[in-house]
């Protein structure tokens, strides 16, 4: 996946993924007249021991959060503040909860913020608990933070986030409060990426 990811491509990819059949209690006239495309469900990638199981057995005596709420979540927390705490005020775990896209493309609400540059999606997440990570730490200007993190593991310079982002792509959405640590991961790795799209201006009206 390249390094520059549009608002624009992510939420037409995530709309793909919480589209819901038309419900069947609406009467054959009232639906609507396309009906809306089925969502493709998640599988399960198949899986047998081929070693000798742990002697720890788990209870499962409490329930998992629905994978449903979790994938609106994480969603949401790329742009849209109220609903993101909405959902928080419904489910408080969902803050460090993680939704795995498919091939172990792990995603939280805190990382699908910091990708995106919502900084006021970020401060919220974190200040309900969420866990800190470099990632984040780039995006928000957090230099000493980055550098910390480079200094226990100098190879998390080459880390990906979710969707294979880069960690210098962080830094560059982050704007003028990320520039130090954009100019620090520069120092280290020159990486070359693309610009943030921009949107697109409305061309002047003509004077009548």
């Not at 091939?103 to 990382?111: A, I």
């Not at 949107?199 to 004077?207: E, G, I, M, Q, T």
């Given at each position: 996946m390249s390094d520059s990811i549009s608002r624009r491509a992510f939420t037409a990819r995530a709309a793909g993924l919480v589209l819901a059949p038309a419900s069947p209690l609406l009467a054959d006239d009232d639906k609507p007249k396309t009906d809306p495309p089925k969502a493709p469900m998640p599988t399960e990638a198949p899986f047998e021991r081929d070693y000798t199981a742990p002697r720890f057995n788990p209870s499962w005596k409490k329930q998992q959060l629905n994978r449903l709420l979790v994938q609106d979540f994480v969603i949401f927390a790329h742009s849209d503040l109220d609903m993101t705490k909405k959902l928080l005020e419904k489910e408080p775990l969902l803050v460090n909860a993680f939704m795995d896209w498919g091939?172990?493309?792990?995603?939280?609400?805190?990382?699908g913020a910091s990708h995106v540059g919502r900084r006021d999606i970020v401060e919220l997440l974190l200040e309900k608990g969420a866990r800190i990570d470099i990632f984040c730490a780039a995006m928000m200007g957090q230099l000493e933070a980055v550098k910390a993190f480079l200094t226990l593991q100098p190879k998390l310079i080459d880390a990906r986030g979710p969707h294979g982002i880069s960690l210098h792509f962080h830094a560059h959405v982050g704007g003028k409060h990320a520039e130090p640590v954009l100019e620090y991961l520069q120092s280290i790795k020159k990486v070359e990426f693309k610009p943030i799209p921009?949107?697109?201006?409305?061309?002047?009206?003509?004077?009548?």
């Open positions: 091939g172990g493309d792990w995603e939280s609400g805190l990382g921009k949107k697109p201006v409305d061309p002047p009206k003509k004077s009548e």
